[in-house]
């Protein structure tokens, strides 16, 4: 059971916009950076979002991050089918004093 | 071109050790923080350890803590991780990843180089 909860999947049409959510506490999101990250299959992850909203250099801005108390958010617009991928959320956690992530939700595009 | 090589991987017994390395290029190796994240077979990527770009400070996961050792050789630009007393649930590709630091500050939730992983099986 991972110490931050996503949805096990997501699903939209391509063009359209999709959000994943990211719930933790006090301990990890509330009080430390949220990173995001996209998995295609097969492949090591990639860095999407860092510092809750701020984007790699060639990271597209249809990625965007946000981060409200114990929660961030992960948005991607105009929706492609090469966006079909897993995505994690991690942060620190204060209490374990280890970095920490999402089960991962698996977005299809439809 | 930036780039992280992992190798190591393989079958071995529980109980049974193994070394994992990381050979880093195309970046300033021995200033970086550097991470080992693995991911079991079908499961999500799991945080195993750290170390700091002159060696002098690591952190472990609860789960591989007193077992695995992080260590680096600057002069060799390659990373590594000593993991002892292995288990069923060790089982996992192991992937090293650079912390990413942006004018200054870095943020040690956030990779932004990963290698291409290492299996790492566990099994007798």
């Known amino acids: 059971q991972s110490v931050l909860t996503q949805p096990p999947s997501v699903s939209a049409a391509p063009g359209q916009k999709v959000t994943i959510s990211c719930s933790g506490n006090r301990a990890n999101i509330a009080n430390n950076y949220v990173s995001w990250y996209q998995q295609l299959p097969g492949t090591a992850p990639r860095l999407l979002i860092y510092?809750?909203?701020k984007r790699p250099s060639g990271i597209p801005d249809r990625f965007s991050g946000s981060k409200s108390g114990t929660s961030a958010t992960l948005g991607i617009t105009g929706l492609q089918t090469g966006d079909e991928a897993d995505y994690y959320c991690g942060t620190w956690d204060n209490s374990l004093s280890e970095v920490v992530f999402g089960g991962g939700t698996k977005l299809t595009v439809l | 071109e930036v780039q992280l090589v992992e190798s190591g991987g393989g079958l071995v017994q529980p109980g049974g050790s193994l070394r994992l390395s990381c050979a880093a290029s195309?970046?300033?190796?021995?200033?970086?923080?550097m991470h080992w994240v693995r991911q079991g077979p079908g499961k999500g990527l799991a945080w195993v350890s750290r170390i700091k770009g002159d060696g002098s400070s690591t952190a472990y996961a609860d789960s591989v803590k007193g077992r695995f050792t992080i260590s680096r050789d600057n002069a060799k630009n390659t990373l590594y991780l000593q993991m002892n007393s292995l288990r069923a649930e060790d089982t996992a590709v192991y992937y090293c990843?650079?912390?990413?630091?942006?004018?200054?500050?870095?943020?040690?939730?956030?990779?932004?180089?990963w290698g291409q992983g290492t299996m790492v099986t566990v099994s007798s």
């Open positions: 510092d809750n909203n």
């Open positions: 990843a650079r912390e990413i630091c942006v004018n200054g500050p870095c943020y040690s939730d956030a990779f932004d180089i």
């Open positions: 195309g970046f300033t190796f021995s200033t970086s923080w």
